[in-house]
Nanobody
């Protein structure tokens, strides 16, 4: 099982980036993918999550209204469109998989708060830097 995150880069405040997470090697189709981020010197925090089977999604407060998570099931890819980026969005962004379903929005909220027992697979991060 592999998760490959890409799409990070350097952007000015107010700009946009689109992150992608490609999942490969899975033997099942029923899972949720989430994005987390870790800023320098800070703990990893959840950003958004999507249950690929029915498209249910959940966003943490930092992402609501600015970020959109979507799933292209044919390509086993989950995208995170990030608009109106702020310097405080600077972080390494990671995608992770919870290999089970169904997953409700309420469950996603808990998963994003504490991924330790549910996120089984993690990709290498992609750096997002937002300049002021």
């Amino acid at each position: 099982v592999q998760l490959q995150a890409s799409g990070g880069g350097l952007v000015q405040a107010g700009g946009s980036l689109r992150l992608s997470c490609v999942a490969s090697g899975f033997t099942y189709d029923d899972y949720a993918i989430a994005w987390f981020r870790q800023a320098p010197g800070k703990e990893r925090v959840g950003v958004a999550c999507i249950y690929r089977t029915d498209g249910t999604s959940y966003y943490t407060d930092s992402a609501k209204g600015r970020f959109t998570i979507s799933s292209d099931n044919a390509k086993n890819t989950v995208n995170l469109q990030m608009n109106n980026l702020k310097p405080e969005d600077t972080a390494v962004y990671y995608c992770a998989v919870a290999p089970f379903g169904p997953v409700t929005a309420q469950a996603m909220r808990i998963m994003l708060e504490d991924p330790s027992d549910v996120m089984e697979y993690w990709g290498k991060g992609t750096q997002v830097t937002v300049s002021s």
